[in-house]
Structures are given as C-alpha cells and as structure tokens.
C-alpha cells in the first residue's frame, strides 16, 4: 500500500449564494477524490463559513496522479424542512498537475464554478493542498454513503501539541555520479523543533474557537489525526534517467515533478486567480505592463558634463563617471581629452537590493595607474522622486560638482535620478546591477532586445537549355553538360545532360532560400564533365537578385536568352568583338505567394506568405510575461560554485525577443513583457531558457549558449481573454537521460479582436494557396529548410547582442528531422492512442455479439432494426452522439495548455544505448563494433516494418485475385456468388438483407462455431504476389 496522502485543508469560503433566500440553511463541503468522499462539518446561518478542518486521501496510484481530480462541492441543506434534500452551491475541481509538497503549498481562493447546468454560483473556498508520504499519517476514514449526522467533538480536527507536524518535501537537483546524472529526491524529516515550531506557529492562526450551536460530521474524524510516532530517517530515493530497474517508477509520484503547476502571482494588474485578474482596490491607473509583477528601480541618467577642470600637467581631461550605490558599482566609458564628454547612459539599481541609503555619481579622470577625483554628487535616496508611466520622462537637470569635503568646485553634470519600473522607457537600454558583467566585458550582451528575422523568399530557376556551348579542341567526343548555380553558400547542380552536339536541355526547376536585402549574386556556370570529379566551365552567368522578376500567383514568368562569359574573360571590350556567344534559356522569379518554412512544420509560429500584399488582417494579441526562474541547474562553476547566467528568448512569427541577462544566480527573475500580433490560431510560441557563454571571467575563453530548456504553447489551445499564469518544467534529454534544468513562471493572454473572423479562419487553407496550386515536393521542403534555417542564424548572429546559432537551431528544432529510436517508438505509440477508439469500439461490438450482457445486446438489436427501418435517422443519431460526447468532456477539459510530456515522448523508459544513439552525429564516431550492433538492430527493426507492409499488401492483392483468373476456380466461384447476390438483392428489400445479417453477425453464442467462417476461408486461399519475388 502506497504512503502517498493528499492532503486538504478546508478553510473557510466567502460570499456564497443564499438558496433559502434569507441565509438560514446550513452549509458543508463534500470532497471526492479516488473514489474517496468526506465531508466536514454543516456551518448554519452563515454565508461566509470557516471549518479549518483537513482531510487525507489516500492515493492508491502515485504514478497516475496528474490523471486524478480534486472534487469539492459546496451544498446547502435546509434543516428547518426536516429532509436531507441538499442544493449545490457551486464547486471546485482541481487537477492532480496542481498538487504540490508541503514546502510549496499556499492557502489559495478557488472561484466557484457552477454544480449543474441549471444551478448558481457565487463567492469562493479557500483550500490548501499538498502531497505528503509521512508513513506517521493515517489516511482519513472510509468515505461516507449516507448524509452525515452531526457530533459533538471538533477538537479531534486539529492535531494535538505532542504530535508531529505533516512532513516536508524537498528537491535537490544536479547530483552529478560516475555514472551519469541522475535526479534525486530528498525526503527530509521534519523531526527538528525548529520545523516543528514553524509549522504550528502556521497552524495556529487557522484555527478558532467554534460557536456551541454548530456541531461537526462524526465521520471517524479521530482516525484523521496524526499520531504521535517516532520520526522516520532520512530516505534518498534516486530518478534514474530512463532503461534499469531504477527507473522513474520507484519514484512515489514521479510525474508530479514533470508536470505543470498553476499559479497566483500578483502581476501588475491584480492577483490572477483561476485564470481572472482580480484588481487591486488600490490600483487604478492602468499599465501596459500587467502581466509580470512590478519590479520597482532606481534610475540614474548621465547625459553629459561641461566646463569640467583639467586633471593633468598637460592640462587634458580623460573623464567617465562612476554611479556608486553600496557595493553595486556602473562605469561609463571614457573620453580622451575632452572637457565636454556627452554620455547619455542609463544605470539601474533593484530597490529590493538597495544596499546603502546614498547615491553617488562621481566623475573621474582616466590614468594608467590610479584615477583621479574630478567631483561628485550625491543623492539621498528618500528625496528621489517616483515616476510611472503614462507620465513623461523626467527631465535632467545641471548638478554643481563637489570635492570630497562636500564644497563647491568647478565643473557641472547633468543627470536625471529617479524610481521607476521596468515599464520605464529606460529600462531595456540600461545597464543593470543584477545583470552585471565580469570584468573585459560590454553590457551589450546582457541587455533584452527586440530581432525581427528577415523575409524570406523562394528562389526558382527553370534551367530550359543551352545553346552553342563553346567546347575544348575534342569536339567529336560525346558532351556532359550540367548547370551548376550557386546563390551565397547554396550550391545546387542540374542532371546530367548527354548530348553530341553543343546544345542540351533540361527544362529543371531548382529552388533556393534568399533573403531581404538582395545582396547576392545569382551565378549559373555551363559545366562539361571530362572525368571523374573534373568539370571543366564552359560560361557562365552573373544575375542580380535585385532585378530578377517577382510573382505572387501562378503566372507564368517569360522565360529569357542570357549571354554566357567565357571563364576568363572579364574584360568588356573583349566582349563587344565576339560575334558569336553561347547562351543560356532561364526562368528565374522569386516566389512571394510562398511561407518560407524555417520551423519544423509541426510547430510553426507563422504561415503567412513572404508578400505583404497577401497578409490579411490580424485576428488577436499574444501577450506574453516572463515572470522568473527557479531551481535552475549550474552551468558553470565560478568562485568554487556552480551558477548560471541566464537569459530567456522567445520566438513567435518573425518576431524575436531576448530578455535581459541576469548573471550569477540560480533564481533570476525577469519580469519583462512582450505582444505579437496573431494571424492564425494553429501557431506555436516558443520560449527557451539559455546559459550566456559569452559572460566568462577574466582569463577564460567564452564558450557556446547552453540550453536549459524550452516551451511550446499552441495559441489554439488559449481561452480567449484568460491570463494563463503557470510554472513549466524545463526538460533537456542527456544522453544519460531526462533531466529537469528547473522551472520557468510564464503568464500567457491571447486577446481576440474578432471572434467571427477567427472561426471563419478554420475553414480557410492552413498554408498560402501556392503551397496548393503549385507544391513543393517533401525532399525540397527538406532541403530548403536548412537553409532557411541557416539564413536566419547568420543575419541574426550578426546583431547586437547576438542570437548564435546554437540558440537558432534549438528554437527552431533544426535536427528535429534525425533519426532517433526513442522518436519512433513515440510515434508508433501515438498512432496506437489513435487507433485505440476503434479497437475498443471492436472490443465492445465483440462483446455484444458474444453476449456477455443480454441486456445491452437486446437493445442493440432494438435499435439496429430501428435504423435498418428508418435509415434516415443514421446521420442524426451519429451527430448527436458525437454532440453528447463533446458535451461530456467539456466538464472534463483542461484547463491549462500542454506542455513537455516525458511520457508521450517515451523520454523515461527509453534504454541509454538509444540516446546515446540519438545524440551520435552524422557521420558517426562511435566504436565499429558499436555502429554495427545499432545497424543489426535498425535492420531487425525494419525486417519487422517490412513483413507488415507485405502482409498488407497481400491481402490487397487478393482482393484484386478475385477477378484476375490467377486462380480460374476461385473466379469461377466468386462470379456465380455474384451471380446469386444480384438476383437475390433484386427480389428481397435491401432493409431486409441489412437487418438478417446484422442479427447474423449478433447472433448467440450457442449458434457459433469456433472455426473461421467459410468467407474468410474462401479470401485466404486466394492467391498473392508472394510467390514471384525473389
């Protein structure tokens, strides 16, 4: 029997509906969970209740907790009518994703949903949840089966002085082993006085005195108490990655630790609870910024100083300033030989760190040795003055420097000082003391910033032919001309064209990615091959993709004769005196009806065509808040510990975003926020968490951005106007296994400006209409999208801060097309889960037709015949099924967006010779003799695939063997059975053939034979191809 408990406290609830009218009916809440029902005790004449009672369920699967649901109903029963009638109030269901330890568990709100379709609700029921597997607490007792009578004992609820408090949870991280990394989970006691003092202290503020007139449930509550029982040691479970016996199901409730978990954060515009802001009564100036929690700074501008006194025997002035606030430090950058200098930089100080009550802005000379004093100001930061936007900027003012014995001295600077937030228009250009860099480092590679990837085109050369190619002396030998044509890095070539005369033709389409600004050159070279791996050139052509033609339909685009140069020949009188000249017939466009594909295809961010022209309209806003981080893994080791200096990019359309980097802690909080606008709901957006490799200490080289993990949000899966306010897991495979890096906080709004437009939208093509008109085959999108991929890695790689390569490709899944035997068993998975509805639809027709519930197959019977006779209720029975159906699962929906599922990507069960697999580049550098044994086993493998895909095709290819005369007797038997059919359809209602063999195929038991029917005997002796294949 598992020790795994779910524990809820019921609190109090507020502003609840009064059924009765006057408020006189009593209340209670009854909770459901695992087949499991309590209830506390019935609170009279009060609208607000207060219980303070808690419950514990125990859960008989661990490893299915994410799957279960937490009921909780608020009834009202009416006592003064002497009967048990009860009448919903509202209730709450909260998913088993949400259940977190102890150590993470908060009092929170829950709105009340309605009981039923036709019932009310109002207010909300504070509960307090939490898992714990403290062997020392018993489960609470057996569920209830009639309505409670009341007792006169409440102090059994709450747990006595000398018990023990419920038992903390904790995860610790990282533990790296010779062996590979692996998770490991710490179950530490909470047997310390300290912990135990803590926990009551928390306890007590719960719990008050219950008036005499109300009377708890006496359903066995003394078996919920927590008895006093020595304390248990520590125990260390291990979360081995995956394969061994190890594996993640000796964890108690491993996937809580990999799911999703909701959130009420206080964001800018109120507390989110169940999806809704709730403004605050003292906010009521309205920010754009409402979705991360306000962040509140201390901003120092320096502009610029004037008249400032000559530090040198030469009388030159090398000045910068210094913005000093306790132990945080910023630095301009200097000038040389200038009393004038003009800065303009914006420096920022956490006010949650501030670490001294003075600012100071010093302005210093630059010596090689030790810089001078020049003269500073000084601020008390109680006399600093808050803005917030809307409000204009504040303006800077001239500032007399002081020596430091605080007098007066030559010399001004203007500077602007003043608290603001991150909704300040400063404060994405501004230097940060929370994201400070190492020292022979600029803070351009720490600041957030905005990319936007350039458009994209398609590239099509129609290669048609060549004419008079000029060839070498050995003009009798047989020609093999081959059109090469190379744009930037993209080289492809032609098929081979033999011919015996000087020209040849193809008439080829060849596709390439090109991108805004058209810099490029379009060369196409007239290649002979005169040996293996020699081409000799034999012209050649230089297009400008500035003046090649665009197209954004399907017209045709005239082809053109372009004169080809000889190799070496560059000079242009030298041209003028050919009387003859090869030439080459081209048809080059660039392709502006197409999307650019640059993503994998199953997760696409974007599906609008390359021309402006073809957009339409946008449909809603994506607003996304990057709130923080917790509990991320070390990347690096600095000073003698591990830390991480992250920074978080999210991708949506050709829109990028970067946020700030924060350096040096394992816990960064961002709080910056981002909108897109949205053209189609079947979008993803994705956002990655990265390690900075270009923050090193001094003495160190810098290194690649490391992953940390990511998330994909599909926009279709977003409730219009909700604020989506959740925790992510951060999952990276190793090549030792699945590892959590940590967790990402995001709050998510999609705003719809036009619900009618965005329904229309479903019935409009996914893709642009050329994708339709004129498709691309799969090997072409293939190979294009590398290079679309690699195009947008170099342009952005090239900005300031740069978004490298490795952060492009792994926001992109660049290599997500590479095999990997964990995928497919995936996929094969997935296709089952598909498939699986049909094969329990069989199970069930099975089960009907073997009578194994007489009632249930005397009611198909029932209504078959009714459908045989009246044919056309068919389509309406089925659509309303499906109705009902969809009804059904509406109460069952989900209710937050889906994320990272390491079952479904068979991350946890996969062996660690597949991932080692996986992660093993093309071409391979493992052991011979291990490349051989995975290429024995990928050929087992696709033996297996192989015999399937025969045996489908052989029972294809007896079904055409029925009129072929490969076998003339069975032809001979299948036409005069076709023979008898016609006659008999013809004489007997066809109703009547339906109904017979349908009650045929029902039939009873009693009236089967075990052996195949004569059909089935018939069909498999007919032949096969088998036969002929070698």
């Given at each position: 029997m598992s020790n795994v408990k779910l524990v809820v406290e019921v609190v109090r609830a507020h502003n609840l509906i009064a059924k009765d009218g006057h408020g006189s009916s009593g209340i209670f809440v009854e909770l459901i969970f695992d087949d499991q029902t309590f209830r506390t005790t019935i609170k009279d004449k009060d609208l607000d209740p207060y219980w303070s009672?808690?419950?514990?369920?125990?859960?008989?699967?661990?490893?299915?907790?994410?799957?279960?649901?937490?009921?909780?109903?608020?009834?009202?029963?009416?006592?003064?009518?002497?009967?048990?009638?009860?009448?919903?109030?509202?209730?709450?269901?909260?998913?088993?994703?949400?259940?977190?330890?102890?150590?993470?568990?908060?009092?929170?709100?829950?709105?009340?949903?309605?009981?039923?379709?036709?019932?009310?609700?109002?207010?909300?029921?504070?509960?307090?949840?939490?898992?714990?597997?403290?062997?020392?607490?018993?489960?609470?007792?057996?569920?209830?089966?009639?309505?409670?009578?009341?007792s006169s004992s409440y102090s059994s609820l709450q747990p006595s002085s000398e018990e023990s408090p419920v038992e903390k949870v904790a995860e610790e991280l990282n533990k790296a082993t010779k062996g590979g990394l692996m998770r490991m989970l710490h179950d530490i006691s909470s047997s310390s006085n300290s912990n135990s003092n803590a926990q009551k202290q928390q306890l007590q503020p719960q719990q008050r005195p219950l008036p005499s007139q109300q009377q708890p449930l006496g359903v066995g509550v003394d078996e919920m108490r927590m008895r006093p029982q020595p304390p248990p040691p520590q125990q260390i479970r291990q979360m081995y990655p995956g394969g061994g016996g190890g594996g993640p199901s000796s964890n108690a409730f491993p996937s809580s630790e990999f799911s999703l978990k909701e959130t009420s954060p206080f964001l800018g515009g109120g507390q989110v609870v169940g999806g809704r802001v709730r403004r605050r009564s003292d906010n009521n100036r309205s920010s754009i910024y409402d979705l991360v929690e306000p962040m509140h700074f201390l901003f120092v501008?320096?502009?610029?100083?004037?008249?400032?006194?000559?530090?040198?025997?030469?009388?030159?002035?090398?000045?910068?300033?210094?913005?000093?606030?306790?132990?945080?430090?910023?630095?301009?950058?200097?000038?040389?030989?200038?009393?004038?200098?003009?800065?303009?930089?914006?420096?920022?100080?956490?006010?949650?760190?501030?670490?001294?009550?003075?600012?100071?802005?010093?302005?210093?000379?630059?010596?090689?040795?030790?810089?001078?004093?020049?003269?500073?100001?000084?601020?008390?930061?109680?006399?600093?003055?808050?803005?917030?936007?809307?409000?204009?900027?504040?303006?800077?003012?001239?500032?007399?420097?002081?020596?430091?014995?605080?007098?007066?001295?030559?010399?001004?600077?203007?500077?602007?000082?003043?608290?603001?937030?991150?909704?300040?228009?400063?404060?994405?250009?501004?230097?940060?003391?929370?994201?400070?860099?190492?020292?022979?480092?600029?803070?351009s590679i720490i600041r957030s910033k905005v990319y936007h990837s350039p458009r994209l085109w398609y590239l099509r050369v129609n290669v048609i032919e060549v004419q008079d190619a000029v060839v070498g002396p050995e003009r009798n030998r047989i020609l093999n001309l081959h059109v090469k044509v190379q744009l930037g890095n993209q080289v492809l070539r032609t098929k081979t064209a033999p011919t015996q005369t000087s020209n040849a033709s193809w008439n080829e389409d060849i596709m390439f990615v090109a991108a805004e600004p058209f810099d490029d050159l379009l060369v196409l070279s007239v290649e002979d091959r005169v040996g293996p791996n020699k081409e000799e050139v034999l012209g050649k052509v230089l297009l400008p993709l500035g003046s090649v033609d665009r197209r954004l339909d399907d017209r045709m685009i005239q082809p053109r004769w372009f004169n080809l140069q000889k190799p070496s020949s560059n000079d242009v009188e030298e041209k003028k005196k050919e009387k003859f000249a090869s030439r080459i017939h081209l048809r080059v466009c660039l392709e502006g009806g197409y999307h650019v594909l640059d993503e994998s295809t199953h997760y696409s961010s974007d599906l609008r065509p390359t021309a402006k022209q073809l957009w339409k309209p946008p449909i809603g806003v994506l607003?996304?808040?990057?709130?923080?981080?917790?509990?991320?893994?070390?990347?690096?080791?600095?000073?003698?510990?591990?830390?991480?200096?992250?920074?978080?990019?999210?991708?949506?359309?050709?829109?990028?975003?970067?946020?700030?980097?924060?350096?040096?802690?394992?816990?960064?909080?961002?709080?910056?926020?981002?909108?897109?606008?949205?053209?189609?709901?079947?979008?993803?957006?994705?956002?990655?968490?990265?390690?900075?490799?270009?923050?090193?200490?001094?003495?160190?080289?810098?290194?690649?951005?490391?992953?940390?993990?990511?998330?994909?949000?599909?926009?279709?899966?977003?409730?219009?106007?909700?604020?989506?306010?959740?925790?992510?897991?951060?999952?990276?495979?190793?090549?030792?296994?699945?590892?959590?890096?940590?967790?990402?906080h995001l709050a998510i709004r999609f705003s719809c400006t036009s619900m009618l437009n965005m329904v229309h939208l479903y019935a409009r093509p996914l893709l642009p209409k050329m994708h339709y008109k004129m498709p691309l085959s799969m090997p072409q999108l293939d190979k294009l999208r590398p290079q679309a991929v690699s195009i947008v890695a170099a342009r952005l790689s090239r900005a300031e801060p740069p978004l490298r390569r490795e952060v492009i490709e792994y926001m992109t899944d660049a290599d997500s097309h590479f095999w990997s035997m964990r995928r497919s068993k995936a996929n094969f998975f997935r296709l089952m889960a598909v498939f699986s509805c049909f094969v329990g639809a069989g199970r069930w027709f099975g089960d009907v037709c073997s009578w194994k519930n007489s009632l249930t197959t005397v009611l198909v019977h029932v209504l078959f015949?009714?459908?045989?006779?009246?044919?056309?209720?068919?389509?309406?029975?089925?659509?309303?099924?499906?109705?009902?159906?969809?009804?059904?699962?509406?109460?069952?929906?989900?209710?937050?967006?889906?994320?990272?599922?390491?079952?479904?990507?068979?991350?946890?069960?996969?062996?660690?010779?597949?991932?080692?697999?996986?992660?093993?580049?093309?071409?391979?550098?493992?052991?011979?003799?291990?490349?051989?044994?995975?290429?024995?086993?990928?050929?087992?493998?696709?033996?297996?695939?192989?015999?399937?895909?025969?045996?489908?095709?052989?029972?294809?290819?007896?079904?055409?063997?029925?009129?072929?005369?490969?076998?003339?007797?069975?032809?001979?038997?299948?036409?005069?059975?076709?023979?008898?059919?016609?006659?008999?359809?013809?004489?007997?209602?066809?109703?009547?053939?339906?109904?017979?063999?349908?009650?045929?195929?029902?039939?009873?038991?009693r009236f089967r034979q075990r052996l195949p029917s004569a059909m089935l005997n018939f069909f498999r002796r007919l032949p096969a191809k088998t036969d002929s294949m070698l």
């Open positions: 009672e808690t419950f514990y369920f125990n859960i008989s699967n661990p490893n299915k907790l994410h799957d279960l649901t937490l009921e909780a109903h608020v009834y009202s029963i009416n006592r003064l009518s002497g009967s048990d009638s009860r009448s919903s109030l509202g209730k709450v269901r909260i998913d088993g994703t949400s259940f977190v330890p102890f150590s993470d568990a908060v009092l929170f709100n829950y709105p009340l949903e309605k009981g039923s379709i036709f019932s009310r609700a109002r207010g909300e029921l504070a509960l307090k949840l939490f898992i714990t597997d403290d062997p020392s607490i018993r489960n609470s007792a057996a569920p209830v089966s009639s309505f409670p009578e009341a501008r320096v502009v610029k100083a004037r008249d400032l006194p000559s530090m040198d025997i030469t009388g030159s002035l090398d000045p910068f300033v210094e913005v000093r606030l306790g132990n945080y430090k910023g630095v301009t950058r200097h000038f040389e030989k200038n009393q004038n200098p003009e800065w303009n930089a914006v420096f920022t100080f956490a006010r949650d760190r501030l670490q001294a009550s003075t600012l100071e802005v010093v302005v210093k000379d630059k010596d090689m040795v030790k810089d001078d004093f020049v003269g500073g100001v000084r601020f008390e930061l109680h006399d600093i003055p808050m803005r917030v936007p809307p409000d204009s900027p504040l303006a800077p003012e001239w500032y007399r420097l002081e020596d430091k014995k605080g007098e007066k001295r030559r010399g001004e600077v203007m500077l602007a000082v003043w608290f603001g937030t991150q909704a300040d228009e400063a404060f994405s250009e501004a230097w940060h003391s929370d994201a400070a860099a190492p020292l022979d480092h600029t803070s607003e996304l808040g990057i709130l923080n981080a917790d509990a991320l893994s070390p990347m690096k080791i600095r000073n003698g510990h591990g830390t991480c200096d992250t920074f978080c990019v999210a991708k949506y359309g050709h829109k990028w975003v970067r946020t700030r980097t924060i350096t040096d802690n394992l816990n960064p909080k961002y709080n910056e926020q981002y909108s897109w606008e949205v053209y189609d709901p079947a979008t993803v957006l994705t956002v990655g968490v990265f390690d900075n490799g270009e923050i090193y200490d001094k003495g160190s080289g810098g290194e690649r951005d490391r992953k940390i993990g990511k998330v994909r949000i599909r926009i279709s899966t977003l409730e219009t106007g909700r604020v989506y306010t959740h925790s992510y897991p951060l999952l990276v495979l190793h090549p030792a296994g699945v590892k959590k890096m940590g967790e990402l015949t009714l459908l045989i006779h009246s044919p056309q209720l068919i389509l309406p029975t089925l659509c309303l099924y499906l109705f009902i159906i969809g009804a059904w699962n509406y109460r069952i929906r989900p209710m937050y967006p889906p994320h990272m599922n390491i079952k479904l990507s068979c991350a946890d069960t996969t062996h660690p010779d597949e991932l080692d697999e996986e992660f093993d580049g093309v071409p391979s550098n493992r052991h011979p003799d291990l490349v051989r044994m995975r290429y024995d086993r990928l050929r087992i493998v696709a033996g297996r695939i192989q015999t399937l895909v025969g045996d489908i095709a052989s029972q294809g290819e007896r079904v055409q063997a029925l009129l072929s005369w490969r076998d003339p007797r069975a032809t001979a038997v299948f036409m005069a059975l076709c023979a008898a059919a016609a006659l008999v359809l013809y004489i007997v209602p066809f109703q009547i053939l339906v109904n017979l063999a349908g009650f045929y195929a029902m039939r009873h038991p």
